[in-house]
Antibody
Framework: QVQLVESGGALVRPGGSLRLSCEAS????????MSWLRQAPGKGLEWISY????????HYADSVRGRFTISRDNARTSVYLQMDSLTAEDTGVYYC?????????????WGQGTPVSVSS | EIVLTQSPATLSVSPGERATLSCRAS??????VAWYRQKPGQTPELLIY???TRAAGIPARFTGNGSGTEFTLTISSLQSEDYAVYYCHQYEGWPPGLTFGAGTKVEI
């Protein structure tokens, strides 16, 4: 079955950087768009970014554009999120998700999430 | 950005009763709406996509309806595992700027 395992979450100071990883299994990774989403403590869901199979199509939410970078390695069946210039507003649980298909990018499978805390 | 407004914010329902959750989009999203259930401390779970198609393994008590700007999720008979927060989600357009509603909490 589909498995997505995130890692890399940590406590980081404002202005710092962090790189999240998500390893996928149970499906043909290179066939799917992949996304990152997040959830601030006690808040709702926010989509952050998605990337297509060959990394040619990448999009970001306005809240992270210019600070976050999504990438993928199909050989390692992994997707990454490089986060720079972090602020307290970036605190939350970060989820890796598989998009259902190239025409409909809702997430049909989610990882368990990795927590990120930005605090001095 | 397409804004999704969910109502009510909190819905109190007794076990076995029906619950109807609403989601309104700020512009036409056709049928590009999904619904998720998030139980306390757990990952969101896909219930409905394409406004009305149940995801694999989702029981028939969940029904999605709507198109354009008005959508509903109906749970016909609340079970204990249904007390959770429900989010609507739109994925219209290309490239789609994906957005979520603020959620409806279903409580006993």
């Amino acid at each position: 079955q589909v498995q997505l395992v995130e890692s890399g979450g940590a406590l980081v100071r404002p202005g710092g950087s962090l790189r999240l990883s998500c390893e996928a299994s149970g499906f043909i990774f290179s066939d799917f768009y992949m996304s990152w989403l997040r959830q601030a403590p006690g808040k709702g869901l926010e989509w952050i970014s998605y990337i297509n199979w060959n990394s040619r199509y990448i999009h970001y939410a306005d809240s992270v554009r210019g600070r976050f970078t999504i990438s993928r390695d199909n050989a390692r069946t992994s997707v990454y999120l490089q986060m720079d210039s972090l602020t307290a507003e970036d605190t939350g649980v970060y989820y890796c998700a598989r998009a259902a298909n190239s025409g409909s990018l809702f997430a049909d499978s989610w990882g368990q999430g990795t927590p990120v805390s930005v605090s001095s | 950005e397409i804004v999704l407004t969910q109502s009510p914010a909190t819905l109190s329902v007794s076990p076995g009763e029906r619950a109807t959750l609403s989601c309104r989009a700020s512009q036409n999203v056709r049928d590009n709406v999904a619904w998720y259930r998030q139980k306390p401390g757990q990952t969101p779970e896909l219930l409905i996509y394409g406004a009305s198609t149940r995801a694999a393994g989702i029981p028939a008590r969940f029904t999605g309806n709507g198109s354009g700007t008005e959508f509903t999720l109906t749970i016909s008979s609340l079970q204990s595992e249904d007390y959770a927060v429900y989010y609507c989600h739109q994925y219209e357009g290309w490239p789609p700027g994906l957005t979520f509603g603020a959620g409806t909490k279903v409580e006993i």
